[in-house]
């Protein structure tokens, strides 16, 4: 069955140093993987998508993602964090035909100043 | 200019009360969901509809029942509330693609979110 783990509950950085939030899949195919970012009270946005070719993908807000497929991973990247990056992040893998996501259980992002 | 909007964004109601919560998108996409994020939050699927289809049924009580009246619009329907339907749901939307005769879709985008209390 498909899973994703985000082993991280919380992390911690403080406001300009780097970020990266793990994320692991397991799915038989090639998959389609997302992530996305909750603020507080409010819906989930996409950072960015992969779906096929560069295995770096650029997504908005300077978030940064790579697939590696040896290692079944999709780690979200910035390299300096902001206070407004303070939010919670899911990892998500495209089920199937991608019908069904299957989320993370997320990583709460907090910014010290 | 809302891409998936929901109504009401809170919802609080006692225990054994019918509710509904609304999920309409202007994106034009042909395909809606409902997920479930519960106090952990934990986010999970629920329904899918592809051009007014049932696709996905989760493992669902059936006191939830989803209707689509068209593409755009998809509701949640929950009959004889429990105390453990308190939690946000969220609709999504996004557009089915074909390649090479297999059936896809694209990236979902979800809407504000529904929280729902039940006292």
């Known amino acids: 069955a498909q899973s994703v783990t985000q082993p991280d509950i919380h992390i911690t950085v403080s406001e300009g140093a780097s970020l990266e939030l793990r994320c692991n899949y397991s799915?038989?195919?090639?998959?389609?993987l997302f992530w996305y970012v909750q603020s507080p009270g409010q819906g989930l946005q996409l950072l960015l998508k992969?779906?096929?070719?560069?295995?770096l993908v650029q997504g908005i807000k300077g978030f940064e993602a790579e697939f590696k497929r040896s290692q079944s991973s999709f780690n979200l990247r910035k390299p300096s964090v902001h206070w407004s990056d303070a939010a919670e992040y899911f990892c998500?893998?495209?089920?199937?035909?991608?019908?069904?996501?299957?989320f993370g259980s997320g990583t709460r992002l907090l910014v010290r100043p | 200019d809302t891409a998936v909007s929901q109504t009401p964004k809170y919802l609080v109601t006692q225990m054994g009360n019918d509710k509904s919560i609304k999920c309409e998108q202007n994106l034009g996409h042909d395909t809606m969901y409902w997920y479930k994020q519960d106090s952990k939050k934990f986010l999970k699927i629920m329904f899918s509809y592809n051009n007014k289809e049932l696709i996905i049924n989760e493992t669902v009580p059936n006191r939830f029942s989803p209707k689509s009246p068209d593409k755009a619009h998809l509701n949640l329907h929950i009959n004889s509330l429990e105390l453990g339907d308190s939690a946000v749901y969220f609709c999504?939307?996004?557009?089915?693609?074909?390649?090479?005769?297999?059936?896809?879709?694209?990236?979902?985008?979800f809407g504000p979110g529904t929280r729902l209390t039940v006292l």
């Open positions: 992969y779906f096929s070719g560069d295995t």
């Open positions: 999504a939307s996004s557009q089915e693609w074909r390649s090479g005769g297999a059936r896809t879709t694209d990236t979902q985008y």
């Open positions: 799915y038989g195919a090639t998959p389609y």
């Open positions: 998500a893998v495209g089920a199937g035909s991608s019908y069904k996501l299957i």
